[in-house]
Nanobody, 119 residues
């Protein structure tokens, strides 16, 4: 059973920066695809960034060039560095982990962290 515990986020002015962390409690972090999603009120959950076990990364179009996902396998933690934040980045951010045993749809979610960007 995998547990994901998120931290960070909060309130920042437009143009500012925040960092989210997601600590993975389980036994297979090194083989796990880690993702950040976000969901704003009234909107569907959106994939923000992905990092593979080999540290290949991909980003949603709306955050490319501003957000950076990274992982520290020694700490079983994934990070999302968010720079040049905009009011439209305001959302609850969720960490999502899956591996080849769970499959892409059967992974685990974190509890979510609120990020609010004021204009």
């Amino acid at each position: 059973q995998v547990q994901l515990v998120e931290s960070g986020g909060g309130l920042v002015q437009s143009g500012g920066s925040l960092r989210l962390s997601c600590a993975y409690y389980g036994t297979n972090f090194g083989h796990t695809v880690m993702n950040w999603y976000r969901q704003a009120p009234g909107l569907e959950r959106e994939l923000v960034a992905t990092i593979t076990p080999g540290s290949s990364t991909s980003y949603g179009d709306s955050v490319k060039g501003r957000f950076t996902i990274s992982r520290d396998n020694s700490k079983s933690t994934v990070y999302l560095q968010m720079n040049a934040l905009k009011p439209e980045d305001t959302a609850v951010y969720y960490c999502y982990a899956w591996d080849f045993e769970t499959g892409r749809e059967g992974g685990s979610w974190g509890q979510g962290r609120q990020v609010t960007v004021s204009s």
